[in-house]
């Protein structure tokens, strides 16, 4: 089993930066494709980014293209998401999750282990 702990959300003004960390525990995510995916109020949860399990490639919707980086650290056990340029549109409860077949994907079915989400929410 893989336990997943997101942190790093909070309350930011537009156009400012967070950097989310996903910890985990139980077992390596070295071998893991590794995503992010937010759920706004009143919406379906989506796709932001994931990481291959090598890290040599990243996937991203476009609405967060040039402004969020996805990156792992597998010594540490933890992915990352850097957001720059804030917009309120992002505000949301964000989820970081892990998938084994190890190459990334969008498709949140695809996804074995999910954490409890961190709210990040940026005033206008």
């Known amino acids: 089993q893989v336990q997943l702990v997101e942190s790093g959300g909070g309350l930011v003004q537009a156009g400012g930066s967070l950097r989310l960390s996903c910890a985990a525990s139980?077992?390596?995510?070295?071998?893991?494709?590794l995503g992010w995916f937010r759920q706004a109020p009143g919406k379906e949860r989506e796709f932001v980014a994931a990481?291959?399990?090598?890290?040599?490639?990243?996937y991203y919707v476009d609405s967060v293209k040039g402004r969020f980086t996805i990156s792992r650290d597998n010594a540490k056990n933890t992915v990352y998401l850097q957001m720059n340029s804030l917009k309120p549109e992002d505000t949301a409860v964000y989820y970081c999750?892990?998938?084994?077949?190890?190459?990334?994907?969008?498709?949140?079915?695809?996804?074995?282990?999910w954490g409890q989400g961190t709210q990040v929410t940026v005033s206008s």
């Open positions: 139980g077992r390596t995510l070295s071998r893991y494709a």
């Open positions: 999750a892990a998938e084994t077949r190890g190459w990334g994907s969008r498709n949140q079915r695809e996804y074995d282990y």
């Open positions: 990481i291959s399990w090598t890290g040599g490639s990243t």
